[in-house]
């Protein structure tokens, strides 16, 4: 919707595109609102800006003031992007319920078991209907509430992963379960070590890598969570060539829940900013994981992950790290994170031959 930017919150979720003076944006869409970027578009005197009906905690916004010319047009415009909105205010829904339910964790309460999987399983049943959206969720983590929307955005995407990787819909919804629930253990550790995050000491590092087994033993507790699920909460930090942790095992004593499981979580934790580490720019995170696959992770399941990237890139409108914007046109099967772009004018750039450039970000999809 329209609304003037002084009846604007903090929170706030852009629904297109901010423009000024030129063709580039100087503020794209899905972005969340921060004061900082309430100065910054009020320095280049934006007077109204589009922004999706939920704030990023999942509450509804109420501007008090609509601009008047825009009302007629928003008509039309939510005909296109409905299904996308629910969708996500699905998603930001589920993450203040599993932020409440972390804090409860905090305090000793048990696993909500079933209200976590009725919160789930209708969730991952909307995004395999539109599973583009999936890949556009980091979009909404802020570093504050990093753990939480994390949590959720594995959760999702593991359970896509396993769709793709044929499970049945039982399955299915385990792999999405122990993702959710991956880092409960978490809540274990002293509040000051989550809330520090940087310049770690050996202690604090042994304690951080001990959380694992604290989720596996916060769900052991309930006779409703199988073998398959506990083993992919203490798993999913192992890897392939037994570097991980806790147990640091190799690949052939993993279960396959955590194997899917530490893909995602591994991918979708380096393009967000995290309280101790910055992004990584979207295709530069899938080409750190294409150099690990034989090494750190299961192939297949990277091989199969990228095959679902591949399958939502062709006509994707994304945004380079030197903030140029093309549409991906072709996707070599072979060398995925380096499409051919159509540029703005109508130029097409291979990224082949630009080692130096990766795409940061989705624009649409």
């Given at each position: 919707?329209?609304?003037?930017?002084?009846?604007?919150?903090?929170?706030?979720?852009?629904?297109?595109?901010?423009?000024?003076k030129?063709?580039?944006?100087?503020?794209?869409?899905?972005?969340?609102?921060?004061?900082?970027?309430l100065?910054?578009?009020?320095?280049?005197?934006?007077?109204?800006?589009?922004v999706?009906?939920?704030?990023?905690?999942?509450?509804?916004?109420?501007?008090?003031?609509?601009?008047?010319?825009?009302?007629?047009?928003?008509?039309n415009?939510?005909?296109?992007?409905?299904?996308?909105?629910?969708?996500?205010?699905?998603?930001?829904?589920?993450?203040?319920?599993?932020?409440?339910?972390?804090m409860?964790?905090?305090?000793?309460?048990?696993?909500?078991?079933?209200?976590?999987?009725?919160?789930?399983?209708?969730?991952?049943?909307?995004?395999?209907?539109?599973?583009?959206?999936?890949?556009?969720?980091?979009?909404?983590?802020?570093?504050?509430?990093?753990?939480?929307?994390?949590?959720?955005?594995?959760?999702?995407?593991?359970?896509?992963?396993?769709k793709?990787?044929?499970?049945?819909?039982?399955?299915?919804?385990?792999?999405?379960f122990?993702?959710?629930?991956?880092?409960?253990?978490?809540?274990?550790?002293?509040?000051?070590?989550?809330?520090?995050?940087?310049?770690?000491?050996?202690?604090?590092?042994k304690?951080?890598?001990?959380?694992?087994?604290?989720?596996?033993?916060m769900l052991?507790?309930?006779?409703?969570?199988?073998?398959?699920?506990?083993?992919?909460?203490?798993?999913?930090h192992?890897?392939?060539?037994?570097?991980?942790?806790?147990?640091g095992?190799?690949?052939?004593?993993?279960?396959?829940?955590?194997?899917?499981?530490?893909?995602?979580?591994?991918?979708?934790?380096?393009?967000c900013?995290r309280?101790?580490?910055?992004?990584?720019?979207?295709?530069?995170?899938?080409?750190s994981?294409?150099?690990?696959?034989?090494?750190?992770?299961?192939?297949?399941?990277?091989?199969?992950?990228?095959?679902?990237?591949?399958?939502?890139?062709?006509?994707?409108?994304?945004?380079?790290?030197?903030?140029?914007?093309?549409?991906?046109?072709?996707?070599?099967?072979?060398?995925?994170?380096?499409?051919?772009?159509?540029?703005?004018?109508?130029?097409?750039?291979?990224?082949?031959?630009?080692?130096?450039?990766?795409?940061?970000?989705?624009?649409?999809?």
């Amino acid at each position: 919707m329209k609304v003037n930017l002084s009846d604007v919150l903090e929170g706030c979720i852009l629904r297109s595109d901010v423009f000024s003076k030129s063709e580039k944006p100087i503020m794209p869409k899905k972005t969340v609102l921060t004061p900082l970027h309430l100065e910054v578009l009020k320095a280049f005197n934006i007077q109204a800006i589009d922004v999706e009906e939920i704030l990023n905690h999942g509450a509804p916004f109420h501007p008090s003031h609509r601009k008047r010319d825009a009302v007629e047009k928003e008509t039309n415009d939510r005909s296109i992007s409905t299904t996308h909105s629910e969708a996500i205010e699905d998603y930001l829904e589920a993450v203040t319920l599993f932020k409440e339910q972390f804090m409860n964790w905090q305090k000793g309460q048990a696993v909500a078991y079933l209200e976590m999987k009725t919160m789930l399983s209708p969730l991952i049943h909307t995004f395999i209907k539109d599973p583009k959206q999936a890949l556009t969720l980091y979009h909404y983590c802020q570093q504050e509430e990093y753990l939480y929307h994390h949590s959720v955005s594995v959760a999702l995407l593991s359970a896509l992963l396993a769709k793709k990787l044929k499970y049945d819909s039982k399955a299915v919804l385990d792999i999405g379960f122990a993702g959710l629930l991956a880092d409960a253990g978490l809540a274990k550790l002293p509040p000051r070590l989550l809330k520090k995050m940087t310049d770690l000491n050996d202690y604090d590092i042994k304690q951080f890598k001990q959380h694992p087994v604290f989720g596996y033993q916060m769900l052991k507790k309930d006779p409703r969570v199988h073998e398959g699920i506990l083993l992919g909460v203490l798993q999913h930090h192992e890897k392939e060539d037994g570097s991980g942790y806790p147990l640091g095992i190799k690949g052939t004593q993993l279960h396959p829940y955590s194997k899917i499981i530490a893909v995602v979580d591994y991918f979708h934790a380096m393009i967000c900013s995290r309280p101790h580490h910055p992004k990584y720019p979207l295709y530069k995170a899938l080409e750190s994981l294409k150099n690990d696959r034989f090494s750190k992770y299961d192939s297949r399941i990277v091989r199969c992950f990228f095959e679902d990237v591949l399958h939502v890139s062709i006509g994707t409108k994304v945004r380079l790290t030197n903030q140029e914007v093309g549409e991906i046109i072709y996707v070599d099967t072979n060398d995925p994170t380096r499409p051919i772009l159509r540029m703005e004018g109508e130029q097409t750039l291979s990224l082949k031959d630009h080692k130096d450039l990766f795409i940061d970000d989705i624009l649409s999809i």
